[in-house]
C-alpha cells in the first residue's frame, strides 16, 4: 500500500506565492516520476509539471518560467513551488507518483489533492 500526503495550498492574492509538497510511504521498492497536475471543475485534468528519479524535468507551456518543482528522493518528496500565480492558476492541484510495488510491479497513485485558489 502507498500513501501520499500532500501540503500547502491555499488562498493568494495574483502575482503571489505558494508551495505544495507531497509525500510518499509505505511499502514500496522504489519511485520513478513524480509530477503536479490540475484540475478545474468541469475540465480535464492536466499536467503542470514532472520530475523524473534523474532530476529531468517538464513543464506545461502555462507555467513556465513561474513554476518549479523538485524532489527529495532521500524523503520520497515532490514539490511545486508556484511564483507570480494568476488568477487561472485556480485549480485542485493532485501530486502523482509513480513506483515500483514489492511485487515488482510498476503503479501510479494519486493524493488526495489540495485547492489553490489565486484571486484578489
Known amino acids: 500500500q502507498v500513501q501520499l500526503v500532500e501540503s500547502g495550498g491555499g488562498l493568494v492574492q495574483p502575482g503571489g506565492s505558494l508551495s505544495l509538497s507531497c509525500a510518499a510511504s509505505?511499502?514500496?521498492?522504489?519511485?520513478?516520476?513524480m509530477g503536479w497536475y490540475r484540475q478545474d471543475p468541469g475540465k480535464q485534468r492536466e499536467l503542470v509539471a514532472t520530475?523524473?528519479?534523474?532530476?529531468?524535468?517538464n513543464y506545461a507551456d502555462s507555467v513556465k518560467g513561474r513554476f518549479t518543482i523538485s524532489r527529495d528522493n532521500a524523503e520520497n518528496t515532490v514539490y511545486l513551488q508556484m511564483n507570480s500565480l494568476k488568477p487561472e492558476d485556480t485549480a485542485v492541484y493532485y501530486c502523482?507518483?509513480?513506483?515500483?510495488?514489492?511485487?515488482?510491479?510498476?503503479?501510479?497513485?494519486w493524493g488526495q489533492g489540495t485547492q489553490v485558489t489565486v484571486s484578489s
Open positions: 502523482n507518483v509513480k513506483v515500483k510495488r514489492t511485487d515488482n510491479i510498476r503503479s501510479t497513485y
Open positions: 509505505g511499502s514500496f521498492r522504489s519511485v520513478y516520476d
Open positions: 520530475i523524473s528519479n534523474s532530476g529531468t524535468t
